[in-house]
């Protein structure tokens, strides 16, 4: 009943800002499992009957859950399970802190020194400083709003928050102009499920 009734109160905020807001439910849920892995009779694998199929299938959400913490290493904080089609479709779920809290600007330094790109447009959460240190003159300061004067050619670097949090503005009246402008065309990266890099032709 008590993860309920957080979850109820979590759900009716409006406040959306991570999954951090929903950590008080977790002891509960610890709770439970274990009381399942009491439950479950786990010598009955053996024989493989129908009293075996709670083990077997809670044997395999636990060999699920241990590859995907596998193959999400390091991008921990921007996992999302295989319902949604894992963290590389994360963003169009959720965004702020449940995918970025800035922690991929080095790799996208590294991932610029290693194509041997001279020069990138960046629009990166929390904002340039971090980029501009890694990525020194490589990197040129971007933001959405400068779509209405001038069109990014070559490589530009956009956090999900930002590229999804244009569209909001933009319905709020608050912009004129947001990602959306990029819909015709494709990724050629994604730096740590929090970074989309595009390759954009002259305009």
């Known amino acids: 009943m008590p993860p309920l009734v957080l979850l109820g109160m979590g759900m009716q905020g409006s406040l959306n800002l991570g999954i951090r807001y929903m950590l008080p439910v977790y002891p509960f849920i610890f709770i439970s499992v274990a009381k399942m892995v009491n439950i479950i009779d786990f010598k009955a694998l053996k024989n493989l009957t129908k009293k075996s199929l709670p083990a077997i299938g809670f044997t395999l959400l636990l060999v699920w859950y241990a590859l995907s913490n596998f193959f999400i290493y390091p991008s921990y904080l921007s996992y999302f399970n295989e319902s949604i089609g ?4 994360g963003y169009k779920w959720l ?6 809290w800035g ?3 080095k790799r996208l330094s590294n991932w610029v020194d290693k194509e041997g790109i001279d020069k990138i447009y960046v629009d990166v959460f929390p904002g340039p400083m971090p980029a501009k240190y890694y990525m020194e003159d490589k990197m040129v300061e971007w933001h959405v709003q400068n779509f209405e004067n001038q069109w990014p050619e070559g490589y530009l670097a956009v956090s999900e928050t930002f590229f999804q949090n244009s569209r909001l503005k933009t319905k709020q009246g608050v912009e004129k102009i947001d990602y959306s402008i990029l819909d015709g065309y494709k990724p050629i990266a994604q730096i740590g499920y929090s970074i989309l890099i595009y390759k954009l032709p002259a305009k």
């Open 86 to 89: 894992g963290p590389k479709n």
């Open 95 to 100: 965004i702020d802190s449940n995918v970025d």
């Open 103 to 105: 922690q991929d600007v």
